[in-house]
Every structure is written in structure tokens, then in C-alpha cells.
T-cell receptor
């Protein structure tokens, strides 16, 4: 079983729409949670950390459900520039630095 | 401030040859990581340096891979001899001292083994 699983998409949405997707993680001891964004043939970049209480950063909202072991990302008022692959990332242990990545969810925002 | 840099950006070699990838982390970052993404798969952790010491090399696939970070600055990842399944994108990342610090990724080296 993969450590982090994501719906690969693609999610094709019009500008201004709301899009949401989840990822699940297998290890209940996972400690830290993130969403990274990766543009085509570029490096991953941190979009936001995900906190237990949920958090917002502008048009982006992340939620964590430890009981069901999933993380969600919601994008409101989608922009063309939001088109990218969104990577769900976790760290597995208290003293763990290494990141475990999902395969990514592709979002395409059309005009 | 300069980001993480990697060299070369692309490398095409034949099976059995040797390739060395280089990573220059952000200045002052003690933590340096190597990750790779093979075709159709997720990005996978290879190893983690703290300064010049290997903190975690649990992701290194086999002994054909050798990573070094002499002097605790730049790092090299050597693959010898390269096999077809080594093809992929090799990313380097660096972070400051806390395990909660953001990892900044370099642009990657795209390795193709023919």
C-alpha cells in the first residue's frame, strides 16, 4: 500500500470555479502535512502546511482529518495560474525530516 | 537570495556508464536532501545530510548510488554503473536546522539512461 494516495485527476474547471480534492495517508503516526505545487517540468514548491484545525491562505483552504487519515485542499475562485499538479506530502515520524509524496492531482483551469 | 541549484539540468548516458549529479543548497542550510521521480511514479526520498553527515540514507536504492557532501556545502550523487531503471528526475532540496523548516527544491536533473 502506498504511503500517500491521491486522485490523479485531471480536474478540469472553468475560471472562477471551486475545486476540491483529497489525499489519504496510510501511517497513522504521520506528523506533518503539506500541499506542494508542481508546474510542468519544474520543481515542487510549498503551497501550504496543513494544521489540525484547518487553515486558509487566500483562496486556498486545507483540512486535516486524522481519524480518517485524509487531507483536503480546496481552491476557490480558480485562476488560470492555478493550473498545476498538487502534491500531497507527509512526514512519517516525530524525528522524521524526509517527505513522502503522493503522485499528485492535476488541475487545469480553463478560460 | 539564490535558490537551490543543480547541475546538469539534463544528462543522457548509456547503460553501464557513470554519472555524477551536483547540488548546491541555499547558503546556510545545513540539511540537504536527495529525491527522485521515476516515470509515472511519485517523488521518492533517497537520503538526508546534516552538514557533511548522512542522517538517513534509507531511500538509496542500491550500492550503485553514492552520495557525498564533503565540507558540508555542495553535494554530489554518483550512479555507477547506471541502469535503465535509474532514468528519472533527481531533485535536491535544502532546509534550515529545524525539522519543521520548509524544504526548498532545486530544478532537478533529468537523467536518461539508454
Amino acid at each position: 500500500r502506498k504511503e500517500v494516495e491521491q486522485d490523479p485527476g485531471p480536474f478540469n474547471v472553468p475560471e472562477g470555479a471551486t475545486v476540491a480534492f483529497n489525499c489519504t495517508y496510510s501511517n497513522s503516526a504521520s506528523q506533518s502535512f503539506f500541499w506542494y505545487r508542481q508546474d510542468c517540468r519544474k520543481e515542487p514548491k510549498l503551497l501550504m502546511s496543513v494544521y489540525s484545525s484547518g487553515n486558509e491562505d487566500g483562496r486556498f483552504t486545507a483540512q486535516l482529518n486524522r481519524a480518517s487519515q485524509y487531507i483536503s485542499l480546496l481552491i476557490r475562485d480558480s485562476k488560470l495560474s492555478d493550473s498545476a499538479t498538487y502534491l500531497c506530502v507527509v512526514t512519517l515520524g516525530v524525528n522524521d525530516y524526509k517527505l513522502s509524496f503522493g503522485a499528485g492531482t492535476t488541475v487545469t483551469v480553463r478560460a | 537570495e539564490a535558490g537551490v541549484t543543480q547541475f546538469p539540468s539534463h544528462s543522457v548516458i548509456e547503460k553501464g556508464q557513470t554519472v555524477t549529479l551536483r547540488c548546491d543548497p541555499i547558503s546556510g542550510h545545513d540539511n540537504l536532501y536527495w529525491y527522485r521521480r521515476v516515470m509515472g511514479k511519485e517523488i521518492k526520498f533517497l537520503l538526508h545530510f546534516v552538514k557533511e553527515s548522512k542522517q538517513d540514507e534509507s531511500g538509496m536504492p542500491n550500492n550503485r548510488f553514492l552520495a557525498e557532501r564533503t565540507g558540508g556545502t555542495y553535494s554530489t550523487l554518483k550512479v555507477q554503473p547506471a541502469e535503465l531503471e535509474d532514468s528519472g528526475v533527481y531533485f535536491c532540496a535544502s532546509s534550515q536546522e529545524s525539522r519543521y523548516s520548509e524544504q526548498f527544491f532545486g530544478p532537478g536533473t533529468r537523467l536518461t539512461v539508454l
